[in-house]
C-alpha cells in the first residue's frame, strides 16, 4: 500500500473540507478521527460519502494513522483549541519519530502554541502552529494559511499548502511563513480582531441607514452592492449586501428577526487581552469586543430604552450626501481598525523577534479570508514603500487617503451622537486618529493627579527623559 503524503485529525467542518481539498490537489491523504462515543463511524462514513473514488485511506486507531503516513510524518490537527488539542497530541507520540511534523490547524492561542513548539522539540518532533481563515467554503476551495514555523520546515509543508490556498489579487497563493513558535497563531488571532472591528462597523453603517435614514433592508441590500467596489470591496460588504436581499416567509426581511445579540468564539477578546498585556492601543478592535458584549444585555436594554432618545434628524438632510459621508466613514474607520490590528502585530514582533513580514500578511489575506478586501492592496503599498514603517498611519500613502475622508468621518458621527445612534467603533477610531495626531494629550494632568494622591512622581518636559520629580501639591498653590 502506497503511503500518504499527509494525515487529516478531525474531521469537522474545517477538517473534512480541508483533506478534500488536499486530495483534489493530487494528495493521497489518510483520515482519522477521535474514538469517543457517538462518532465511531465517523471516518467511515466519510469515505463512503465524500471521499468516495477519491484517493483516502480511513483510519481506524492511532497506530494505523501514524503507519499509514510516509516519512517525515505530517499531519494536520484540526480539533477545537484549547485540552482536545494536546489529548491529540499526547495519543500520538508514541507513533512518532523524530522529525515529525504536527501541524495545528485549529483557533489556538499562540502562547498556548509556543507552549507546545518548546515541548515537542524535545521529543524531536516538529510543532506548527497554521491559523486558516475562510470557514468551510475557503477550507475546501481555497483558503487563507498563517504557519509559523521554522524555514527548514515551511520547505517540507510549501508543496502541500501552496497549491491549495486561495490566491491573492496577483494571482500569488494566500501563504507565507508567517514567523517561528506562535506566530502564525498570532497573526490569524490578530486577522479575527480586525474581523469583529469590519463587522462592528458594517453593523453601524447598516444601523444609521435603518434608523436614522429610514431606509429599508432592501435599499440597504442596494447600498452596501453599491460600495462593494473600489477601496470599499469587501467579501464582508458582498455578503451584507445578500443576507439583506433574503425575505422570509412572510415577505419581510429575516434579518429583522434575527435577535440582536452577537455571540463571538473568543478571538476578538483574545486580541484585546493580548493588547492590553502589552500596553498596545487597540480601541477600534477592543470596542467591537466590547459592543458584542454590550449586545448581549437584550434585558437591560430594553428596560433602558424607554428613556428620553433623540429624533431622528434626516429630514431635512441630502440623503446621497449623507450616504457619501458614510461611505468615507466606513472606509476610515476600516482603514484605522486595520493600522492598528497590524500595529499590534508589529510590537509583539519586534518583542518576540518573530520575523514577520507586514506586506506579506497583507498579501494573503487578499483571499480566502473573511476580511479580504481592497484595502489591502493598499496596505501592501504602503509597507511595500517603507518596509520598516512602524505606524500605517505613518504612511504618506494612508496619511493622505485618511485626510481626504476626514470631512465625511467627522459629519457622519456627529450626526449619529446628536440622533443617539451608537457607534461606538467610529467613533473610537476618529478618536484613536486625532489622538495619535497629537503632538501633546492631557496626560500631563492625569501624571501630576496620581504624583498628588500616590506620590507615583512625573518627568519634566525641560528635563531629561528618565528623570523623575515629585511635587507636594496641597498647600503649595
Not at 481539498?21 to 467511515?44: C, I, M
Not at 480566502?368 to 498611519?393: F, Q
Request: hydrophobic residues 40%; glycine residues 8%; aromatic residues 8%.
Amino acid at each position: 500500500m502506497n503511503k500518504s503524503a499527509i494525515g487529516v485529525y478531525g474531521l469537522g467542518v474545517m477538517g473534512r473540507n480541508l483533506a478534500l481539498n488536499l486530495e483534489d490537489h493530487g494528495n493521497q491523504v489518510t483520515v482519522y478521527n477521535r474514538s469517543v462515543p457517538g462518532e465511531e463511524k465517523v471516518v467511515s462514513d466519510f469515505i463512503e460519502s465524500e471521499g468516495k473514488s477519491k484517493s483516502f485511506i480511513g483510519a481506524q486507531s492511532p497506530l494505523d494513522f501514524a503507519q499509514s503516513l510516509e516519512s517525515p510524518r505530517k499531519i494536520l490537527i484540526m480539533v477545537k483549541a484549547g485540552p482536545p488539542v494536546d489529548s491529540v497530541i499526547d495519543e500520538l507520540i508514541p507513533f512518532l519519530d523524530q522529525g515529525d511534523i504536527l501541524i495545528d490547524g485549529g483557533n489556538s492561542h499562540f502562547e498556548d502554541t509556543e507552549r507546545r513548539a518548546s515541548n515537542l522539540a524535545e521529543e524531536g518532533i516538529r510543532f506548527v502552529g497554521m491559523g486558516v481563515s475562510g470557514g468551510e467554503e475557503g477550507a475546501r476551495f481555497g483558503p487563507s494559511m498563517m504557519p509559523g514555523t521554522t524555514i527548514k520546515t515551511w520547505l517540507k509543508l510549501k508543496p502541500l499548502f501552496e497549491p491549495i490556498a486561495a490566491k491573492a489579487f496577483d494571482s500569488s497563493p494566500c501563504i507565507t511563513r508567517i514567523g517561528t513558535g506562535g506566530a502564525g497563531h498570532f497573526v490569524k488571532m490578530v486577522h479575527n480582531g480586525i474581523e469583529y472591528a469590519d463587522m462592528q462597523l458594517i453593523a453601524e453603517a447598516y444601523h444609521i441607514m435603518k434608523q436614522d435614514f429610514q431606509m429599508s433592508a432592501g435599499k440597504i441590500s442596494d447600498q452596501f452592492s453599491a460600495w462593494n467596489s473600489g477601496l470599499l470591496s469587501s467579501y464582508l460588504f458582498e455578503i451584507t449586501a445578500d443576507i439583506l436581499s433574503v425575505s422570509d416567509d412572510d415577505d419581510n426581511p429575516l434579518v429583522e428577526k434575527i435577535l440582536d445579540s452577537a455571540g463571538q468564539k473568543g478571538t476578538g477578546k483574545w486580541t484585546a487581552i493580548s493588547a492590553f498585556e502589552n500596553g498596545i492601543p487597540l480601541p477600534g478592535i477592543s470596542g467591537s469586543v466590547t459592543a458584542r458584549f454590550i449586545s448581549s444585555f437584550t434585558d437591560l436594554r430594553r428596560k433602558l430604552s424607554s428613556s428620553e432618545t433623540y429624533e431622528s434628524t434626516s429630514a431635512n438632510e441630502d440623503i446621497n450626501q449623507s450616504l457619501a459621508y458614510l461611505a468615507d466613514a466606513l472606509l476610515a474607520s476600516r482603514v484605522v481598525s486595520h493600522a492598528e490590528g497590524f500595529f499590534l502585530i508589529a510590537e509583539m514582533n519586534r518583542q518576540k523577534e518573530w520575523e514577520i513580514d507586514p506586506a506579506e500578511i497583507a498579501r494573503i489575506w487578499q483571499g480566502g479570508c473573511i476580511i479580504r478586501s481592497e484595502l489591502l492592496k493598499t496596505i501592501v503599498k504602503a509597507y511595500k514603500k517603507e518596509p520598516a514603517l512602524n505606524h500605517l498611519l505613518q504612511s504618506d500613502i494612508v496619511s493622505e487617503l485618511l485626510k481626504d475622508l476626514q470631512g465625511g468621518w467627522r459629519n457622519t458621527i456627529s450626526r449619529a451622537a446628536i440622533s443617539g445612534t451608537p457607534v461606538p467603533v467610529m467613533m473610537s477610531s476618529l478618536s484613536q486618529y486625532d489622538s495619535l495626531r497629537s503632538a501633546r494629550l492631557p496626560a500631563n494632568l492625569i501624571q501630576a493627579q496620581r504624583d498628588y494622591f500616590g506620590a507615583h512622581t512625573y518627568e519634566r518636559t525641560d528635563k531629561p527623559r528618565g528623570k523623575f520629580f515629585h511635587t507636594e501639591w496641597k498647600g503649595n498653590a
